[in-house]
């Protein structure tokens, strides 16, 4: 993707590499859009390619595929999350590190970081907590993206012992080291310090605390987050922006429909 820089305040124009213009458009002459071609040529997706039960077995299918195809960390996700009153909302980068057939989990810290304010409240009364999150996978190379909506569910302690043990032991440190998200001060005897003298100084503490043993405890603040869906969807890039898109929702029955602890989903394809 070729960026022409603004000139005389002219607004910014993103030309896809290798488009008519990429190189030689004028600022004020918005170049054409990549196109989505993969999928195209092999009749897109339908609605038999799709398990027609099941989103988590089709997000298996489609993420053996991502891997199988070379995709680099197909795991990497968005999760976004919204404070309430305000509905103020923030995003950020984070690895899927498990799924089962409840939902998505990341690890994280959940004292002080914002995520942990949004989903679940904050002491200073500035969100009251909001438990639904949403996912965002994308796989250029495959030109598919699948996003997840649902509430976030703390796994217990045990549980994220589990994945806390698999960790390097610089990552414990670091997990029982950092209040995430505060702010860092910088110290006035270190010439040149913006705050990472603060930060070291709390892994030595945590390094001596921990020295000599390799049975690191997950800290109570930090553990696993579970997004149990309430909608999953699979997008499919075509060309000329006609994407095709399906979606499942879940179905919260009466009681008469599958066993406790299986799920219901309906299946629909979306406009564009």
Known sequence: MALHPPQDGAKLIFAPSGSPGAEASGLNTPSQAAQFLKAEREGGLRRNH????????????????????????????????????????????????????????????????????????????????????????????????????GRAVRLTAAESQVYFDTRVRGSRIGAWSSQQSAFLQPKAEIDGDDGRAQLEGWVKETESRFEGTEQIPVPEF??????????????????????????????????????????SWTLNRLSP
């Open 222 to 263: 930090w553990g696993g987050l579970r997004i149990v869906p309430e909608r999953v969807e699979f997008w499919q890039g075509r060309q000329n922006r006609l994407h095709d898109r399906f979606v499942y929702d879940r179905v919260h029955g009466d009681g008469n429909g599958p066993a406790q602890g299986e799920a």
């Open 50 to 149: 799709l398990n027609p039960t099941s989103p988590i077995a089709q997000f298996h299918d489609w993420f053996r595929t991502a891997t199988e195809s070379g995709v680099s960390h197909p795991e990497t996700c968005t999760l976004s999350t919204a404070q309430l009153p305000s509905g103020r909302v923030s995003a950020r980068m984070v690895y899927m590190k498990e799924l089962d057939a409840q939902g998505f989990v990341i690890y994280s810290n959940f004292g002080t970081s914002g995520k942990a304010r949004d989903l679940f409240g904050a002491a200073d009364g500035s969100s009251t907590g909001n438990p639904w999150a949403s996912l965002v996978f994308w796989w250029e190379p495959l030109e598919r993206q699948v996003r997840v909506e």
